[in-house]
Structure formats: C-alpha cells, structure tokens
C-alpha cells in the first residue's frame, strides 16, 4: 500500500500534537529502523541538536524508545500512536477513548515498521 507520507505528518501534527520534526523522525525510524541522532540529521537534513530534541521529545511522548544513548527505535506504530494520544488526553485533561484516525495511523504505518526490521 501506499503511503503519502505529508498526509501521515499532517495527520501526527494535528492528531497527537507532534512538531514537523518529531513527526519526520517518527516516519523516518518507523520506516527505516534504529537510527543515531546523526543519521535522522542526515536523512531529514536538520540540524544535529534538532534531531536529538525531536527524539528524545518522542521518548517522552511514548513514540520511541532510547535502544543506547546513541540510539532511537520506534514502539510499534500501533502502541507508540495509542501511547501518544493517552499522554495526550491526560495531559489536556479529556476522556481517552477510541479514536479512529489514531488507530489509523498504526495501521497504515505498521506494514512499513515490519519490512524495516526484517530485512
């Protein structure tokens, strides 16, 4: 299937409140695996503190998990979605509840997460 990736960052911005950068860094390690601060700053061309704060927010967002102190993974597509979007409701206080465009997100994402880690 595929995926429009600009449609996908849209919809983290607006969905789960994350920052071009996190949502960039998100797509990129769900799509490509572990990844360094150095490689996302490769790869998305921002700079070397940009792609550790987009990061190391998306740890504390329950997107990403910090494999070694040099290393980003991405929680499945469908937990680190449904985690960001609990973190989200207690943060502003709503009822979390099912949310079709969150469990979108996972679905959509977790067949480019699989073909990451199995190559």
């Known amino acids: 299937m595929s995926v429009d990736?600009?449609?996908?960052?849209?919809?983290?911005?607006?969905e789960l409140k994350l920052s071009a950068n996190e949502s960039r860094t998100f797509l990129l390690i769900v799509k490509n695996g572990k990844m360094t601060p150095r490689r996302i700053h490769d790869a998305l061309q921002i700079t070397l503190p940009e792609a550790r704060r987009?990061?190391?927010?998306?740890?504390n967002k329950g997107m990403l998990i910090e494999v070694?102190?040099?290393?980003?993974?991405s929680l499945h597509p469908r937990f680190a979605a449904?985690?960001?979007?609990k973190i989200l409701c207690e943060e502003e206080n709503i009822e979390f509840k099912k949310n079709i465009k969150?469990?979108?997100?996972?679905?959509?994402?977790e067949g480019h997460f699989e073909n990451a880690r199995t190559k």
């Open 5 to 14: 990736i600009t449609n996908i960052e849209k919809i983290l911005g607006s």
């Open 54 to 59: 987009a990061a190391d927010s998306l740890v």
């Open 102 to 109: 969150i469990d979108n997100i996972g679905l959509i994402l």
């Open 82 to 85: 449904s985690n960001r979007y």
């Open 68 to 73: 070694s102190p040099t290393e980003y993974e």
